[in-house]
């Protein structure tokens, strides 16, 4: 049985050069255009995160509930 490659976002969280988690949320809260899934995975990233900043998580829990036309 074949296995999907890992998408780029699971290459980025994972690889020595990405930017910090924190970057990375800032700049997909910021871009409208970030799809939910990518949002999904860095919630996940950020809650297996002992030290992830409560406000990320709330900043980034306000994006993937917002609606697309704000």
Do not use: F, W, Y
């Not at 871009?31 to 998580?57: H, Y």
């Not at 980034?60 to 036309?69: D, H, V």
């Amino acid at each position: 049985m074949r296995q999907a490659a890992p998408s780029n976002l699971t290459i980025e969280l994972h690889c020595e050069h990405a930017p910090p988690l924190q970057d990375q949320i800032d700049a997909a809260v910021q871009d409208r255009t970030t799809p939910i899934s990518r949002l999904l995975r860095l919630m996940s990233a950020l809650d297996s995160d002992k030290s992830a900043n409560e406000n990320l998580r709330l900043q980034l829990r306000a994006r993937i509930g917002a609606p697309l036309s704000v």
